[in-house]
């Protein structure tokens, strides 16, 4: 699914309204229908609808959810906020609607003080501001939103298309935001919604479809997208029948240490799981019988190290590889480091880069720029930090995460809620899959197994990361659902990894 700018969505209005052909008040009354119809299946008729209305098309959309739900038989008040003297063409068009047919149901608010004492079970709809917010909210409007979220714990609060006082497309931080528990939005996702300090706005996000022409969407190119289904149904592809072990590559994972085995021994799991056609992992001494134990469908190297390894570089067969995950349990002495540079000086198809593999690369940025164009690191927030430095907000470190992947030729992706996968050319996809089970140590290592397994069966970087990134997130949705989230552990990722899988075909 695109992501588009709130220019773009402006733009997506105006060529439906020009090319369906439809009105502009009538691509109002269908937007808002969709929230009217989403609201009548919530609340019961006789719930009091309290919609607090701003001066633009947002709040004209509160106005026609006014008129359908008053039709509909529900009490419902429409607050119009005077923040601006002139109001937008089609909110005048449906405000003359309303007031020819519900004039009792309108309230006027030109300050703080005027903000109405709130029935027990009444919803408020918030429909202040939309996509055209074009500064921080200040003054008593401000004081209106902070109203409102002071009423969240008693009473619902929807907001429609994005939760006034957010940007959609810059940081919002430290400015008043109303606090939705749902947020009806139209046709996508706002790309604020998928940013973790946005966290507390949205609650629950529902996109409606309300009909902005296909070919507008189609045909206009985005930078951000959101992985779904059918994206991942065009980058999927099945197994060859008359396939042997060899078509689906030799991977090595270097991976663990001494305390830290079991990070290489679900990275070795989860590889498997995900199709490699042969796996050897190089695992310090201590590790030998643990790997072996563990997982005997995995071959095992021992390093020369007891508790931690620090030659990998010498591996006869290295180059023969088809692709290489280092990182989970590794450790960060000296003489690993040193493995991973000397490692570099050879080695050149991509790889996956994980854990203490990035933090190696922190201490030692000059290697950045020797590993093999293409490959795919996967730092959670704090090792993106360690690599690449701070940002003021969640935009700004969306921007040096694109930067940092065009720049070094390498896919980033970068963990969280929505993981976001920056690319070397520029795009960035947001994972829509995963959740907060997911919080638990070893998620990131099954990660790493899968990605090596997709690169060693011959998915380009790009296809393994989205690929990856959606059947981990989806496993552990599945486990999730049988398990619960506190329950479920990062083995249960592995072991619904087949079912992730048989979704996908
Ligand atoms: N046919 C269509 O186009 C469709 C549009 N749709 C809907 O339209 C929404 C976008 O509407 P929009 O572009 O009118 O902008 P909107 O979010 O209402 O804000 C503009 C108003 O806010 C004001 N204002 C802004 N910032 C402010 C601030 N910091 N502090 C105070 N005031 C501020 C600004 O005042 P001004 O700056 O002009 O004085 C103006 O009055 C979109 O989200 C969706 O809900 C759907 O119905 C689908 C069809
Ligand atoms: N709240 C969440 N929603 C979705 N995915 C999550 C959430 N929390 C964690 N995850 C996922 O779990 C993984 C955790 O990785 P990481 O922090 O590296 O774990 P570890 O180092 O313990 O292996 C990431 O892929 C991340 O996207
Ligand atoms: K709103």
């Avoid at 189609?218 to 992985?227: E, I, S, V």
């Avoid at 991973?340 to 203490?356: F, K, N």
């Amino acid at each position: 699914m695109k992501i588009f700018t709130a220019a773009q969505i402006r733009e997506a209005d105006a060529f439906t309204i020009r090319e369906e052909p439809v009105s502009s008040t009538g691509l109002m009354e269908r937007a808002a229908g969709k929230c009217a119809a989403w609201l009548e299946v919530q609340f019961a008729p006789t719930t009091p609808v309290y919609i607090f209305c701003g001066k633009g098309n947002n709040g004209g959309d509160g106005l026609v959810i006014a008129r359908l739900l008053l039709q509909k038989g529900y009490p419902v008040r429409a607050c119009i906020l005077q923040h601006s003297a002139k109001a937008s063409a089609d909110h005048t068009f449906h405000l003359q609607l309303l007031q020819q047919q519900y004039p009792a149901c309108l309230y006027e608010i030109g300050a703080q003080g005027d903000f109405p004492v709130l029935p027990a079970g009444a919803v408020i709809i918030d429909a202040i501001f939309g996509t055209g917010l074009n500064k921080p909210v200040e003054g008593w409007m401000a004081g209106i939103i902070h109203q409102i979220n002071d009423q969240r714990a008693i009473h619902p609060v929807v907001a429609i298309d994005i939760p006034s006082g957010l940007l959609a497309d810059s940081s919002s931080l430290h400015t008043p935001v109303i606090q939705a528990h749902h947020t009806l939005s139209f046709e996508c996702y706002k790309l604020a919604f998928l940013l973790p300090e946005n966290a507390g706005f949205t609650g629950h996000v529902h996109i409606l479809p309300i009909g902005l022409h296909p070919d507008y969407i189609t045909q206009t190119p985005t930078r951000y997208h959101l992985t779904d289904r059918e994206m991942i149904r065009t980058i999927y592809h099945p197994r060859d029948p008359f396939a042997h072990k060899g078509t689906y590559g030799h991977a090595l994972l270097i991976a663990g240490s001494y305390g830290k085995m079991g990070a290489a021994v679900l990275s070795a799991k989860a590889c498997l799981r995900a199709g490699v056609g042969l796996l050897s992992c190089h695992v310090p001494q201590c590790g030998y019988d643990i790997m072996q134990i563990s997982e005997p469908c995995a071959m095992c190297v021992t390093d020369e190290g007891s508790t931690h390894s620090a030659h990998f570089h010498t591996l006869p067969d290295g180059a023969t590889y088809k692709t290489i995950g280092i990182g989970p349990g590794l450790g960060t002495q000296t003489a690993t480091a040193r493995s991973l540079e000397r490692l570099l000086e050879h080695y050149q198809r991509p790889m996956v880069i994980d854990a203490d593999a990035l933090n190696l690369l922190s201490v030692y940025p000059y290697l950045l720029s020797r590993l093999p164009q293409g490959s795919i690191l996967t730092p959670h927030p704090k090792e993106f930090e360690r690599l690449f430095g701070t940002a003021a907000n969640d935009f700004d470190r969306l921007t040096l995460l694109s930067q940092q992947a065009v720049h070094l030729h390498l896919y980033i992706l970068l963990k969280g809620r929505y993981t976001a996968i920056a690319c070397p050319d520029g795009s960035l996809y947001f994972n829509s899959t995963g959740n907060p089970g997911m919080a638990t140590g070893g998620s990131g290592d099954v990660l790493t197994g899968i990605l090596t397994a997709l690169l060693a069966q011959d998915y380009t970087p790009k296809a393994a990361v989205i690929l990856g990134a959606w059947l981990h997130g989806y496993a552990g949705d599945l486990a999730a659902e049988q398990l619960s989230q506190e329950a479920m552990t990062a083995t249960d990722i592995i072991t619904h990894l087949g079912a992730a899988f048989r979704h996908v075909i």
